[in-house]
């Protein structure tokens, strides 16, 4: 009576396991996920009003299966790049952001965004602004973020 209990919770038991398995596919196990990759996409700076100081905004996502820490970004035009997070009242400098495994984070206007500071030449519509991007566990990225009007939406033509 025992014994066929035993056997009945291991034949429950298995399609479990099994399914278990096959639903996380290779995304779960810590010890095999795989490393971040990432990509960089939709970069754009809306024609600042001031001649040497913009906000830059893009989408970072990370296809890889482990999370990637975004250390600072640089640019060659720009005497400093830093990562803003908007308030309600204010902007905060997040030194690092987190980017998710299988996942994307938006530097979007109203929330998070680069701030160029000592921009030079002064960015002119059109003109195409360096930003490389640094990891602390994946190699840099280097996208050219477009000038736009200030009236730019993204995805308008992706
Ligand atoms: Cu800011």
Known sequence: MRRRAAL???ALAAPLALAGCSSSGSASG?????P???????????????PDMAAGYLVVRNDGGRAATLTG???????????HQSTASTM????????????????ARGGR??????LSPAP????????NLRFD???????????QPLTYQPGQSS
Do not use: N, W
């Open 113 to 118: 965004h680069l701030m160029l500071m000592g």
């Open 124 to 131: 002119k519509l059109g003109a195409r602004i360096e930003l």
């Open 30 to 34: 810590t010890a095999q996920a795989s």
């Open 137 to 147: 566990d994946a190699a840099p990225v280097t996208v050219q973020a477009t000038v």
């Open 92 to 107: 905060l400098d997040t030194p690092t952001v987190q980017i998710p495994a299988h996942g994307t984070v938006a530097f």
């Open 73 to 83: 970004v640089t640019s060659p035009q720009a005497q400093s790049v830093s990562m």
């Open 8 to 10: 009945a919770a291991a």
């Open 36 to 50: 971040p990759r990432l990509s960089v996409s939709g970069a754009y700076i809306p024609l600042p009003s001031l």
